[in-house]
């Protein structure tokens, strides 16, 4: 049983920095592709980060600049780092990550991140 468990999200002014993780459980649980996407309320859920498993990364244009997202492959782990948050920036961030040699991918539950004006 593979689980995404995220934690992070809370209420920031904008202008001000939060640090969303997220651990991939199961003893066998190979990442291959991890990212987070983000959906607002009222709106389609969008793509946030990507990072491959060497490391490679692509951001929405309207992160880029700001955001960064890593991982630990120790720990099947992956971040994301956001600075100078904006109150566009206010959504449900989830985690997801493919599942290395299948075609199967995951999604944590999600953590709110609110950005006050």
């Known amino acids: 049983q593979v689980q995404l468990v995220e934690s992070g999200g809370g209420l920031v002014q904008a202008g001000g920095s939060l640090r969303l993780s997220c651990t991939a459980s199961g003893s066998s649980f190979r990442a291959n592709r991890m990212g987070w996407y983000r959906q607002a309320t009222g709106k389609q859920r969008e793509l946030v980060a990507l990072i491959s498993r060497a490391g490679s990364t692509d951001y929405a244009n309207s992160v880029k600049d700001r955001f960064t997202i890593f991982r630990d492959y120790t720990k099947n782990a992956v971040y994301l780092q956001m600075n100078n948050l904006k109150p566009e920036d206010t959504a449900v961030y989830y985690c997801?990550?493919?599942?290395?040699?299948?075609?199967?991918?995951?999604w944590g539950q999600g953590t709110q991140v609110t950005v006050s004006s």
């Open positions: 997801n990550a493919e599942q290395m040699g299948t075609p199967y991918e995951y």
